[in-house]
């Protein structure tokens, strides 16, 4: 599975962003899929998680309410819809997936895209 995610850029506080990943390969339907994020001198930190049917969800405590993780599985493409955003949100934000379950991905994942960054001024 081979991942890429685009839709960062520069937004301000409380704005709104849409990330998008697309993957390539007949499995993607197959495996749980995630975000994760790296903030400048920080340790990679999970973000959220979704099941591969979509059905379950999973979110990191600080972006519960506030982002929202959905597939497309006709589109291979998994979101992450970011509202309300802080400064703190400020980072490299990663797609990721597994054939494990999505409830365990937090844990790492086998495939990774390359991030795109998601910068919010205040």
């Known amino acids: 599975v081979q991942l890429q995610a685009c839709g960062g850029g520069l937004v301000q506080a409380g704005g709104s962003l849409r990330l998008s990943c697309a993957a390539s390969?007949?499995?993607?339907?197959?495996?749980?899929m995630g975000w994760f994020r790296q903030a400048p001198g920080k340790e990679r930190e999970f973000v959220a998680s979704?099941?591969?049917?979509?059905?379950?969800?999973y979110y990191a405590d600080s972006m519960k309410g506030r982002f929202t993780i959905s597939r497309d599985n006709r589109k291979n493409t998994v979101y992450l819809q970011m509202n309300s955003l802080k400064p703190e949100d400020t980072a490299v934000y990663y797609c990721?997936?597994?054939?494990?379950?999505?409830?365990?991905?937090?844990?790492?994942?086998?495939?990774w895209g390359k991030g795109t960054l998601v910068t919010v001024s205040s």
């Open positions: 990721a997936a597994d054939r494990g379950i999505a409830s365990e991905l937090r844990q790492g994942a086998e495939y």
């Open positions: 979704i099941s591969w049917s979509g059905v379950s969800t």
């Open positions: 390969g007949r499995t993607f339907s197959s495996h749980a």
